[in-house]
């Protein structure tokens, strides 16, 4: 089973009663019809506003939608619904949500533009590939707020190079950070959607917490000899790292509050 993070970014708060309702009224229920028989799980998280100094880490304002997949939607072009029923999309769909121009489903990424920031959509496997901090984890341990991270590495920084410097170097400096109660990450999988290579989660109790841990009482770090961006994370935001605040349980759960609407091809 894999699982996907399609990370959202609005670039006018204004539109979000428009996006909101295409969500919820017909977009959720469109994507039913046409992969619910490969879909195990499909639910959406709502941003929750940004702690005090999150600024400097690009944090996405809108939703991270999570697809669970039975089978992978690389076989067969399950990704490509071309020859299904088309979808309906708002107006100023692409300008609402920093695509490309003419292209409503695109999962590339050249980085933040005159302050847009693209979606960032990557798989991995069902679970974390790496487990640095809180495993073993009950619900007696919350609540908590989740920041994800979306990285990719700069451009010259090979993928070996820039996962060892994150794996046997990085990781463990921010598992010390005071109060992080979870800490998992995983490694994007082939092929990928975008340049997003990583996808870590870190759990803090509440936006204070987050602020302690990560502004003002963080662990010592150790920049790569590599880094173009000076300070933590040493990934220049917006670029080359991304990231959003979320709670614990979803928004929305689609499957279980609504019934796709079946057509044919």
Not at 182 to 202: A, D, M, N, Q
Not at 232 to 241: E, H, I, R, S, T
Request: net charge neutral; proline share 9%.
């Amino acid at each position: 089973m894999l699982r996907s993070y399609l990370i959202l970014n609005l670039t006018d708060m204004n539109d979000l009663p428009v996006m909101e309702r295409w969500l919820l009224q017909t977009h959720a229920a469109e994507t039913l019809s046409q992969l619910d028989p490969i879909l195990e799980r499909y639910v959406s998280y709502r941003a929750i506003p940004a702690p005090p100094g999150a600024e400097a880490f690009c944090p996405y304002n809108w939703r991270m939608t999570e697809h669970w997949w039975r089978q992978s939607p690389f076989a067969g072009s399950l990704l490509d619904q071309g020859t299904a029923i088309a979808e309906r999309w708002p107006e100023r769909y692409t300008d609402i949500l920093g695509l490309p121009k003419g292209e409503q489903r695109s999962h590339k990424w050249g980085g933040t533009v005159d302050g847009v920031h693209p979606p960032a959509f990557a798989f991995v496997e069902h679970r974390p590939t790496e487990d640095f901090v809180g495993k073993g984890m009950t619900l007696d341990a919350g609540p908590n707020i989740r920041w994800l991270n979306a990285i990719r590495y700069p451009e010259g920084v090979s993928l070996e190079e820039g996962e060892q410097w994150y794996l046997k170097t990085h990781a463990p400096e921010v598992a010390q950070q005071p109060g992080l109660k979870r800490f998992v990450s995983s490694k994007v999988i082939e092929p990928r959607t975008g340049p997003f290579v990583r996808i870590s989660e870190l759990w803090y109790v509440s936006a204070k917490a987050w602020r302690k841990a990560v502004i003002e009482s963080p662990p010592r770090y150790t920049a790569p000899a590599w880094a173009k961006f000076n300070s933590y994370p040493f990934l220049q935001p917006g670029v080359d790292f991304v990231s959003q605040f979320i709670l614990e349980a979803p928004t929305d759960d689609f499957k279980r509050a609504l019934r796709p609407y079946i057509t044919t091809a």
